[in-house]
Each structure stands twice: as structure tokens, then as C-alpha cells.
């Protein structure tokens, strides 16, 4: 079993910040990748920015590049997501989302609960 607990979601103003943060736990033998997803209300989950564990190699959505930061902690088995100058159309529910293996070697993609992040205008 794997668990992701998400923090750091909220009301902000257009132009504002926030930061997310997404710490992994459980039976976990190796992770592959992990990153951040949003949905909107309406639309599909999409793809906001990936980070691999070994290689650090990013990921980022066209809408936004130049603005959001994917970072991790390979110790601690954490990823954050610095988000800058929010706009309106960043408002969603942001999942994170892990790839990897368990300690049995089964492979897993686990989701978090998902967090709120509501940018007003």
C-alpha cells in the first residue's frame, strides 16, 4: 500500500502563489516518476508538471511553463509544486500522482485525494 497526502491547496488572487506538496509513504520499493495532474470542472484531468527520481528530469504543460516549479525530496519521498503568477484558468483540483514499484515489485500509479486551488480574478 502506498499513500499520498497533498497539501498546500487555496483561494489566492490572480498574480499570487501558492506551493503544493505531496509526501509519499507505505511499502514503497522504488519510485519511477511523480508529479502533479488538475481537472477542472468539466474538463479532463491533464498533466501539470513530472519529475523522475533518478535522472530529475522535468516536465512541464505548455500553459505552464516560465510559471510553475515541480522540486523533490528523494529522501523524504516528497514532490512540490511552486505555482507563480496563478491566473484564473489555473483554477482545478490538483492531484499527485506517483509511479513506481512496491516492495514486492509490483507496479503501482497512485493518486492523491486531490487539493483546491481557486484563483479569483
Known amino acids: 500500500q502506498v499513500q499520498l497526502v497533498e497539501s498546500g491547496g487555496g483561494l489566492v488572487q490572480a498574480g499570487g502563489s501558492l506551493r503544493l506538496s505531496c509526501a509519499a509513504s507505505g511499502s514503497i520499493s522504488s519510485i519511477t516518476v511523480m508529479g502533479w495532474y488538475r481537472q477542472a470542472p468539466g474538463k479532463q484531468r491533464e498533466l501539470v508538471a513530472s519529475r523522475t527520481r533518478i535522472s530529475r528530469m522535468t516536465i512541464y504543460a505548455d500553459s505552464v511553463k516560465g510559471r510553475f516549479t515541480i522540486s523533490g525530496d528523494n529522501a523524504e519521498n516528497t514532490v512540490h509544486l511552486q505555482m507563480d503568477s496563478l491566473k484564473p484558468e489555473d483554477t482545478a483540483v490538483y492531484y499527485c500522482?506517483?509511479?513506481?514499484?512496491?516492495?514486492?515489485?509490483?507496479?503501482?500509479?497512485?493518486w492523491g485525494q486531490g487539493t483546491q486551488v481557486t484563483v479569483s480574478s
Open positions: 500522482n506517483l509511479k513506481g514499484r512496491l516492495r514486492l515489485g509490483v507496479q503501482v500509479d497512485v
